[in-house]
Antibody
Framework: EVQLVESGGGLVKPGGSLRLSCAAS????????MNWVRQAPGKGLEWVSS????????GYADSLKGRFTISRDNAKNSLYLQLNSLRVEDTAVYYC????????????????????WGQGTMVTVSP | QSALTQPASVSGSPGQSITISCTGT?????????VSWYQQRPGKAPRLMIY???KRPPGVSNRFSGSKSGNSASLTISGLQAEDTSDYYC??????????FGGGTKLTVL
C-alpha cells in the first residue's frame, strides 16, 4: 500500500524548534519530489516547501524562508521538516505530500500535483 | 505571492451541477498548465481530484471536470450527490519551485 506517515508534532513554546518526519512506503521514494503543506485550525491549505528527488532543488513559501528547512534521506525513505523560531501562527496540521509528476527541465523544476498525502501531524505553538 | 481566489461557499441540490472558480494571475494560473483541485472532508487529508488543469486521476468520478481560461480555472461537479459535500481547494504552480493554494470553497449539497 502506498503510504505516507508523519510524526514529530507536538506542543512547543514560541521560539522553540521541532523536527517533523514523514515515512514513505509502498513506492520508490527516491523517484519522487516531495512537499510539505500545512493547515491551521479552521483555515485553508498552505503550501510550505518542496524538495526534488535528489534534493537538487528546494522551494519555500516566501513567508517561511529562513525559519523552516526541508530535507530528505532516500536511503531511509524519509522526508523531514525542521521548524525553527516557531510562532503562534505556525500552529497547524502539517501534511507531507507526494508530487506525482513533478519534473525539472532547462534548469527549472515544476510542481505538478499532490497525489498521495499523509494523515498529518499537529504542531501547536503556545506560551 | 497571494493566495488564489475562490468563493467561500457554493451550494446545489442533488442532481444539479455547480462550478467553483479559482482566480490567479499571469504568474501562476495563466502561465502554466499546472492547476490541480483537492477535495477535503472534515478531519481528513486532502484528495486529488483534478491535475494539470483538466485531467482526472484513476478512481475519480467523471462527474468531476476541470477547465481553465486565462488566469482563471474552474471545477465543475455534475450530478451532485450528498457525498460531494466537502471543502474544495484549487492549487497552481507559481514559478521558482513554489505553489499557491486557493482559500477553499465549502460545497453544500442541500
Amino acid at each position: 500500500e502506498v503510504q505516507l506517515v508523519e510524526s514529530g508534532g507536538g506542543l512547543v513554546k514560541p521560539g522553540g524548534s521541532l523536527r517533523l518526519s514523514c515515512a514513505a512506503s509502498g513506492f520508490t521514494f527516491s523517484n519522487y519530489n516531495m512537499n510539505w503543506v500545512r493547515q491551521a485550525p479552521g483555515k485553508g491549505l498552505e503550501w510550505v516547501s518542496s524538495i526534488t528527488d535528489t534534493s537538487s532543488n528546494i522551494g519555500y513559501a516566501d513567508s517561511l524562508k529562513g525559519r523552516f528547512t526541508i530535507s530528505r534521506d532516500n536511503a531511509k525513505n524519509s522526508l523531514y521538516l525542521q521548524l525553527n523560531s516557531l510562532r503562534v501562527e505556525d500552529t497547524a496540521v502539517y501534511y507531507c505530500a507526494r508530487d506525482q509528476f513533478g519534473y525539472c527541465s532547462g534548469g527549472r523544476c515544476y510542481i505538478d500535483a499532490f497525489d498521495i498525502w499523509g494523515q498529518g501531524t499537529m504542531v501547536t505553538v503556545s506560551p | 505571492q497571494s493566495a488564489l481566489t475562490q468563493p467561500a461557499s457554493v451550494s446545489g441540490s442533488p442532481g444539479q451541477s455547480i462550478t467553483i472558480s479559482c482566480t490567479g494571475t499571469s504568474n501562476d494560473v495563466g502561465n502554466y498548465n499546472l492547476v490541480s483541485w483537492y477535495q477535503q472532508r472534515p478531519g481528513k487529508a486532502p484528495r486529488l481530484m483534478i491535475y494539470e488543469d483538466n485531467k482526472r486521476p484513476p478512481g475519480v468520478s467523471n462527474r468531476f471536470s476541470g477547465s481553465k481560461s486565462g488566469n482563471s480555472a474552474s471545477l465543475t461537479i455534475s450530478g451532485l450527490q450528498a457525498e460531494d459535500t466537502s471543502d474544495y481547494y484549487c492549487c497552481s504552480y507559481a514559478g521558482s519551485s513554489t505553489v499557491l493554494f486557493g482559500g477553499g470553497t465549502k460545497l453544500t449539497v442541500l
